[in-house]
Nanobody, 123 residues
Framework: QVQLVESGGGLVQPGGSLRLCCAA?????????MGWFRQAPGKEREFVAS????????IYADFAKGRFTFSRANAKNTLYLQMHSLKPEDTAVYYC????????????????WGQGTQVTVSS
């Protein structure tokens, strides 16, 4: 059973940066397709980025392109989401998850989820 634990969230001013971590156990992240999603209050869970286990290629939501970077440290079995130039609209709970389906931006294609980490962007 794969378990995922996110960390690194917090309060940051607009224009600031954060690095989110997702530590995995019970599975090897380099052998799994993975994704980051976020959910703001009153909104649906939204795709942020995904990474392919085979090619290590990444795909980003339009709002994340140029600002967010999805990476992984195989030796630590940990994923990272580096976020720069944060905006108030980035405020949400951020989740990492393992993908089993074909649709990278559909949360229904993901089976194991972490508990999430809160990111608040505010002055």
């Amino acid at each position: 059973q794969v378990q995922l634990v996110e960390s690194g969230g917090g309060l940051v001013q607009p224009g600031g940066s954060l690095r989110l971590c997702c530590a995995a156990s019970g599975g090897i992240i380099s052998e799994m397709d993975m994704g980051w999603f976020r959910q703001a209050p009153g909104k649906e869970r939204e795709f942020v980025a995904s990474i392919s286990w085979f090619t290590s290629s990444t795909i980003y939501a339009d709002f994340a392109k140029g600002r967010f970077t999805f990476s992984r440290a195989n030796a630590k079995n940990t994923l990272y989401l580096q976020m720069h130039s944060l905006k108030p609209e980035d405020t949400a709970v951020y989740y990492c998850a393992t993908r089993v389906g074909d649709t990278f931006d559909d949360p229904r294609a993901y089976d194991h989820w972490g508990q999430g980490t809160q990111v608040t962007v505010s002055s």
